[in-house]
């Protein structure tokens, strides 16, 4: 059971939004900031961890429910339980020494949510237009929404500041 809750924002949007390219240069600005961050992100395809010829592989075809690889101080944990919520993804693997973990999808979810939206995919708008967790949006257009801060595609920064003070509570001159 975890002694705290662990402080989580997810960014969301539409296929091919931007989400990821946008992951990846606000992860290391949390990082940066000396916070321990994690990261999930939902497939909704699906994924393969293991390849072909390798034990794993083999072995999750056997009929197992669980397969967990570890090695060189990494571990990975292959689970065929269904598609589980993300509340019980977080308390079943998300490490407790995490200060914040940044999720990848999950709209639908009650978690604090930055949408990333581009003009060319928006087809009308926001996904989490009415979400009342909806924190920030990300666009190159201006979003029907006004009573959420707004940031170009590239302020990272603006974004790693909102995460900093609405989701950690922490104040605005520790943040740079």
Do not use: N
């Not at 978690?111 to 995919?121: D, F, H, S």
């Not at 595609?153 to 995460?163: M, P």
């Amino acid at each position: 059971m975890r002694a705290r809750a662990l402080r989580t924002v997810s960014v969301v949007g539409r296929h091919d939004s931007g989400k990821t390219t946008f992951l990846l240069a606000l992860l290391p600005l949390l990082v940066s900031r000396g916070l321990r961050v994690g990261c999930l992100k939902h497939a909704h395809a699906g994924f393969e961890v293991d390849h072909e010829g390798k034990d794993s592989y083999r072995m999750r075809r056997t009929g197992v429910v669980q397969t967990i690889v570890t090695g060189g101080g990494q571990t990975a944990v292959i689970d065929d339980a269904g598609e589980p919520q993300v509340a019980k993804v977080i308390e079943r693997y998300a490490r407790e020494d995490l200060d914040l973990l940044v999720i990848e999808g999950y709209k639908r979810e009650p978690l604090p949510k930055v949408e990333v939206a581009r003009a060319a995919v928006a087809r009308g708008g926001l996904v989490c237009a009415d979400d009342p967790l909806l924190i920030g949006v990300v666009a190159d257009f201006a979003p029907p929404r006004r009573d959420v801060p707004l940031f170009a595609l590239d302020d990272h920064v603006g974004v790693a500041d909102l995460i900093w003070t609405r989701v950690l509570g922490r104040g605005p001159a520790a943040a740079r």
